[in-house]
């Protein structure tokens, strides 16, 4: 066996070890070096827990393997299980999947840092090419970069001048990427992420009538792709409604009788955060219809004068309280019918 061959056998070795050794250990263990060496002889892999120095880890500079990610040992040799906040958890990630070729390394994120590494004595350390931490130094667009190498085009194809891009939010805004979860990707907790900075959403989430997003079966990213698109306010879709009929196919028709402000925009009616009108209404009927339809019952013209009041030749009188109360208690196919007897929307 050359020594080539042997190298790569003996990473590929470690990876199944050190994959092994993650499952076999307790949640919330350190990783590193003295962990990775306990999980090859947990994994009963005694035979290569000697490492021939730098055969692993092709790039480190004096001798050391790499921990969690291919060629880390650069950045290991001091960023170790000692390291806070903890970074060797990347290795529980998407983002460690050694064995993946497309895997990224440290580098591939924080820029290859010659200076950082050359350090040596007490002082501070210059700073890598790129840090990602709170107050960091490094220009958003610079940060974006590094992400954007990998994940440029299928969801984030319009990511360049869409509103957070304009508004220089960083991936790492909202992706965290060496905690083992990343809270964004999650419908139970991607919530919190957003509203960090969208305040007006987080109030209305505590409305009486919401979309079940606090409950986690909903997430902001169903109706929303944060990394841009082509419809208003990064809306999935195109328009409002094609956002809105993923999930109320119902809504859409077509419809024998349609009703034309359903059919132009849900949100002329409904908000879809949250509000204190149930179900999701920006003002309480009757005085919603009466907005529009203000003409009288017998008028023959819906969008004409004084609706509300007198309803003389209607067919069917409604009394004084239902009127009051809700049209709805006679026009209850207020998104359309399909009913050939339906044009009132009454069926
Ligand atoms: C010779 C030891 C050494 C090596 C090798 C090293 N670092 Fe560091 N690094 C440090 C020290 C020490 C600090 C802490 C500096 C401080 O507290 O301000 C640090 C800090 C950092 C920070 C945080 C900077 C900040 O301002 O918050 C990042 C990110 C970082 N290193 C990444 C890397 C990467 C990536 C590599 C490999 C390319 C690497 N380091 C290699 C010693 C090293
Ligand atoms: C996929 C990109 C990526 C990779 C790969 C990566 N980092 Fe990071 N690193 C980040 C981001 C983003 C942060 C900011 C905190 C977070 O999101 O977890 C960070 C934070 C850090 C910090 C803490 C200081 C700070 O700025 O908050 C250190 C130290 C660090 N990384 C070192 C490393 C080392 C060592 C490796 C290799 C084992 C590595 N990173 C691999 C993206 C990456
Ligand atoms: C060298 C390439 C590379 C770089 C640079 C990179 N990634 Fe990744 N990323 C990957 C790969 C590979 C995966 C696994 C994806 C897959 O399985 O399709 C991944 C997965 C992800 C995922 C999905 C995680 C999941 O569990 O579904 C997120 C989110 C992500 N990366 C964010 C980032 C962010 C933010 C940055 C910059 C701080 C970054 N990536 C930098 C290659 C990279
Ligand atoms: C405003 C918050 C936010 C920002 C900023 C953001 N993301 Fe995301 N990202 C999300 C959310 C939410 C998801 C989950 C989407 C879903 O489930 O449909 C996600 C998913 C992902 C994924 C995994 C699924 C996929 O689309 O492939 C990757 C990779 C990713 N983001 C990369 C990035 C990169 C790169 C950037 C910076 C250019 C970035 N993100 C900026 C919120 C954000
Ligand atoms: C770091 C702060 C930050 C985070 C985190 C963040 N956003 Fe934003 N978001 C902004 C800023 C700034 C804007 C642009 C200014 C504005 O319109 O409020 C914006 C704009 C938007 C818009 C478009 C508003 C418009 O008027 O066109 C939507 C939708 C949105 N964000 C959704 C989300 C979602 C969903 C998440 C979580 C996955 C999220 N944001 C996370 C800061 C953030
Ligand atoms: C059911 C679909 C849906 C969900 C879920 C949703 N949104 Fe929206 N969001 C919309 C629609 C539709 C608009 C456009 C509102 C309008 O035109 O009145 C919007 C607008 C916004 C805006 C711009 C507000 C403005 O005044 O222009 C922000 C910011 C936003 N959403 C953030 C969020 C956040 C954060 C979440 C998760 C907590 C979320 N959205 C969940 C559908 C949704
Ligand atoms: C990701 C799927 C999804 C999308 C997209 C979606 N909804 Fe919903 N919607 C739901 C779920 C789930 C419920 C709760 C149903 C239940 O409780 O039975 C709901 C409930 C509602 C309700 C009734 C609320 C109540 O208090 O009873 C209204 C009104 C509503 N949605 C309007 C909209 C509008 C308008 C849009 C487009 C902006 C939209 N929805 C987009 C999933 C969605
Ligand atoms: C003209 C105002 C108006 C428009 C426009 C409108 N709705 Fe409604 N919607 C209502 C009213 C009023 C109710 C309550 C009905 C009731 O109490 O009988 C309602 C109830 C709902 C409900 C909960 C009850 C049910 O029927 O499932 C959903 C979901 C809903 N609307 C979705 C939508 C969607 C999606 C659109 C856009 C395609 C839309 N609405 C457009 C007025 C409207
Ligand atoms: C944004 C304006 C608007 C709102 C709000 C509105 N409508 Fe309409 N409505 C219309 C228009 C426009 C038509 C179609 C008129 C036409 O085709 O001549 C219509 C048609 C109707 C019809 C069928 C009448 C016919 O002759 O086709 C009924 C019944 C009706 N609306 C009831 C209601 C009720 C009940 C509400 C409140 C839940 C309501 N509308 C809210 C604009 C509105
Ligand atoms: C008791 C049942 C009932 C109630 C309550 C009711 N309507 Fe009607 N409405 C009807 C019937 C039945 C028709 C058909 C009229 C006809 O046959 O000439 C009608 C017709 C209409 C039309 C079609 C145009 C017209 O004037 O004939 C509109 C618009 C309308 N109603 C709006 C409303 C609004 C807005 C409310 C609430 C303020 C409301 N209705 C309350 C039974 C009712």
């Given at each position: 066996?050359?020594?080539k061959i042997k190298a790569v056998t003996?990473?590929?070795?470690?990876?199944?070890?050190?994959?092994?050794?993650?499952?076999?250990?307790?949640?919330?263990?350190?990783?590193?070096?003295?962990?990775?060496?306990?999980y090859l002889s947990e994994a009963g892999?005694?035979?290569?827990?000697?490492?021939?120095?730098?055969?692993?880890?092709?790039?480190?500079?004096?001798?050391?393997?790499?921990?969690?990610?291919?060629?880390?040992?650069?950045?290991?040799?001091?960023?170790?299980?000692?390291?806070?906040?903890?970074?060797?958890?990347?290795?529980?990630?998407?983002?460690?999947?050694?064995?993946?070729?497309?895997?990224?390394?440290?580098?591939?994120?924080?820029?290859?840092?010659?200076?950082?590494?050359?350090?040596?004595?007490?002082?501070?350390?210059?700073?890598?090419?790129?840090?990602?931490?709170?107050?960091?130094?490094?220009?958003?667009?610079?940060?974006?970069?590094?992400?954007?190498?990998?994940?440029?085009?299928?969801?984030?194809?319009?990511?360049?001048?869409?509103?957070?891009?304009?508004?220089?939010?960083?991936?790492?805004?909202?992706?965290?990427?060496?905690?083992?979860?990343?809270?964004?990707?999650?419908?139970?907790?991607?919530?919190?992420?957003?509203?960090?900075?969208?305040?007006?959403?987080?109030?209305?989430?505590?409305?009486?009538?919401?979309?079940?997003?606090?409950?986690?079966?909903?997430?902001?990213?169903?109706?929303?792709?944060?990394?841009?698109?082509?419809?208003?306010?990064?809306?999935?879709?195109?328009?409002?409604?094609?956002?809105?009929?993923?999930?109320?196919?119902?809504?859409?028709?077509?419809?024998?009788?349609?009703?034309?402000?359903?059919?132009?925009?849900?949100?002329?009616?409904?908000?879809?955060?949250?509000?204190?009108?149930?179900?999701?209404?920006?003002?309480?009927?009757?005085?919603?219809?009466?907005?529009?339809?203000?003409?009288?019952?017998?008028?023959?013209?819906?969008?004409?004068?004084?609706?509300?009041?007198?309803?003389?030749g209607l067919t069917v009188a409604p009394?004084?309280?239902?009127?009051?109360?809700?049209?709805?208690?006679?026009?209850?196919?207020?998104?359309?019918?399909?009913?050939?007897?339906?044009?009132?929307?009454?069926?």
């Amino acid at each position: 066996m050359n020594s080539k061959i042997k190298a790569v056998t003996l990473s590929a070795l470690v990876a199944v070890c050190m994959i092994a050794g993650n499952v076999l250990a307790a949640e919330g263990r350190d990783m590193g070096k003295a962990i990775a060496k306990m999980y090859l002889s947990e994994a009963g892999a005694t035979e290569i827990q000697v490492q021939p120095a730098g055969e692993v880890g092709a790039e480190a500079p004096s001798g050391n393997k790499d921990i969690v990610l291919k060629g880390d040992a650069k950045c290991t040799a001091c960023h170790d299980e000692a390291d806070s906040p903890k970074v060797l958890s990347i290795g529980k990630t998407s983002h460690g999947v050694k064995g993946d070729a497309r895997t990224p390394t440290c580098t591939s994120c924080h820029g290859e840092s010659d200076a950082h590494i050359a350090y040596k004595g007490s002082a501070k350390p210059p700073k890598p090419d790129r840090v990602f931490g709170k107050n960091t130094a490094t220009p958003v667009a610079e940060r974006n970069r590094a992400c954007l190498t990998c994940h440029k085009g299928t969801a984030r194809t319009h990511w360049e001048g869409s509103q957070h891009q304009n508004a220089q939010v960083a991936c790492s805004d909202c992706h965290t990427t060496h905690a083992p979860a990343d809270k964004v990707l999650n419908k139970k907790t991607q919530r919190e992420v957003c509203f960090a900075c969208h305040k007006e959403q987080r109030a209305d989430e505590h409305k009486i009538s919401t979309h079940p997003i606090d409950a986690g079966k909903v997430a902001c990213s169903d109706c929303h792709n944060p990394h841009g698109s082509t419809g208003p306010k990064l809306l999935k879709k195109n328009t409002v409604n094609e956002t809105c009929f993923l999930c109320h196919a119902e809504k859409r028709g077509p419809f024998l009788w349609a009703h034309q402000p359903v059919v132009e925009e849900c949100t002329i009616c409904h908000t879809p955060h949250g509000s204190n009108i149930t179900p999701l209404l920006k003002t309480r009927p009757p005085f919603m219809c009466q907005e529009c339809h203000d003409g009288s019952h017998s008028s023959g013209t819906p969008v004409g004068p004084n609706a509300a009041g007198i309803q003389a030749g209607l067919t069917v009188a409604p009394n004084r309280n239902n009127v009051g109360g809700s049209c709805m208690n006679c026009h209850r196919q207020i998104h359309g019918s399909n009913s050939p007897a339906g044009g009132f929307l009454q069926r």
